[in-house]
């Protein structure tokens, strides 16, 4: 068992920049695949980035591509995404999630979630 607890959400101006970042306590994170997903008031929560055990591969989806790094370092059993120019379709809860598969953009394959951190982008 895993817990995750993320931080780092706010209010930003379109443009602008955040850094989330999930905290694992419990099990090492080094044991899980780690990803990021959103969620916007009335949509389902959907894919935004994911990175393997090693840190070695990422994937993220099409509509964050080159605005968002998702990173890790086990020894601080800390995930981070790293937000850069911010659009206001960007806001929603961000959430932090591990999956004991490889890295995967499938909500149904990640096992522990955190409780979300709210980013909003005003334009």
């Known amino acids: 068992q895993v817990q995750l607890v993320e931080s780092g959400g706010g209010l930003v101006q379109a443009g602008g920049s955040l850094r989330l970042s999930c905290a694992a306590s419990g099990r090492t994170v080094s044991r899980y695949a780690m990803g990021w997903f959103r969620q916007a008031p009335g949509k389902e929560r959907g894919f935004v980035a994911a990175?393997?055990?090693?840190?070695?591969?990422?994937s993220y989806a099409d509509s964050v591509k080159g605005r968002f790094t998702i990173s890790r370092d086990n020894a601080k059993n800390t995930v981070d995404l790293q937000l850069d120019s911010l659009k206001p379709e960007d806001t929603a809860i961000y959430y932090c999630?591990?999956?004991?598969?490889?890295?995967?953009?499938?909500?149904?394959?990640?096992?522990?979630w955190g409780q979300g951190t709210q980013v909003t982008v005003s334009s």
């Open positions: 999630a591990a999956s004991t598969y490889s890295i995967s953009t499938e909500v149904s394959l990640y096992v522990h």
């Open positions: 990175i393997s055990r090693s840190g070695g591969s990422t």
